[in-house]
């Protein structure tokens, strides 16, 4: 597929809880984390409606990682709320 024709990413970016548990991570937790965010960034439509609210739910039972996030109404930045690793 030629650069033209790749999938366009959002723009990821953490709020601040997300950064508090960012910083308790092990290098390991955040590659893994990383390769997540990645997923999400292409298709944030990866995670699982939450219930009555605008939040999706990133689940991958391989890597271990839960991250929490919402897009924006243009899909253009994906906000991340929360991450477990």
Do not use: C, F
């Not at 590659?31 to 991958?60: F, K, M, Q, W």
């Amino acid at each position: 597929m030629s650069p033209e024709h790749t999938p366009r990413r959002s723009q990821v970016v953490l709020v601040e809880p997300a950064l508090s548990q960012l910083e308790k991570l092990t290098a390991s937790e955040t590659h893994r984390l990383d390769r997540a965010i990645v997923a999400i960034s292409v298709n944030p439509e990866l995670g699982t409606p939450v219930p009555d609210t605008l939040l999706r739910d990133y689940v991958d039972d391989i890597d271990g990682i839960r991250v929490i996030y919402y897009v924006t109404a243009l899909r253009q930045i994906t906000i991340v709320a929360y991450v477990e690793a």
